[in-house]
């Protein structure tokens, strides 16, 4: 009876054991799972912060870009502009003697200073000014300040044609120049045109 009964409980026993050995295999499974699961939460941690990571370098980047951009440059100075050099008083001669040749009354009162538009307007004035340098030749000028004289050479004869700056430019002094060689009268320039005549006739 024994024995029976050892056969009949044999097979329990051995259905216990096969019971709890899956339990114990069924909690141990649950208790690693979560083990399981942990690693790749913390293996992600560092991954993310791997992402991030290049965000926080980029940084240095741009503050290199933006040290990197280039400088304004200070405005440069401008130097003033030369002022414009004024033709010699031997060159407006030359101009005053071809307007006298060509009778170009209102080319000399443009190369003439300002106060010697009444000194030509004197009798007899602007007639002696042609007849006494329509073949002149302009020579070497003397400066002195504001004024000049040049020497006019009409055939074995030379004058002395003065030029004062005015506007910024030399102009021929018809004033100091009448001063020195005034204009005969319409009157005795007449005269002496008629006297010439007369000879010419007696002869």
């Given at each position: ?38 690693k ?33 440059a ?110 005969a ?19």
């Open positions: 009876m024994n024995t029976t009964i050892a056969r009949f409980a044999a097979p329990a026993s051995i259905s216990r054991l096969m019971w709890a050995g899956a339990l114990a295999f069924g909690l141990g499974s649950c208790t690693e799972k979560p083990a399981e699961e942990a790749p939460t913390e293996e992600a941690k560092p991954a993310e912060e791997g992402q991030k990571a290049p965000e926080v370098a980029a940084k240095p980047g741009e503050e290199g870009q933006k040290a990197a951009a280039p400088a304004v200070a405005p440069v100075a401008v130097a003033p502009a030369p002022e414009p050099q004024i033709p010699p008083p031997a060159d407006v001669c030359s101009e005053l003697i071809m307007a006298l040749k060509a009778k170009d009354e209102v080319k000399v009162l443009s190369l003439s200073t300002p106060a010697s538009a009444a000194a030509l307007s004197m009798e007899g004035a602007k007639a002696r000014l042609m007849q006494a340098l329509h073949e002149g030749m302009c020579g070497a000028a003397k400066v002195d300040g504001d004024m000049a004289v040049v020497m006019v050479q009409v055939g074995s004869a030379s004058q002395d044609l003065p030029f004062a700056k005015a506007d910024n430019a030399w102009r021929f002094d018809a004033p100091t120049y009448f001063s020195k060689y005034p204009p009268p319409a009157a005795k320039a007449a005269h002496k045109a008629k006297a010439a005549h007369g000879k010419k006739h007696k002869k």
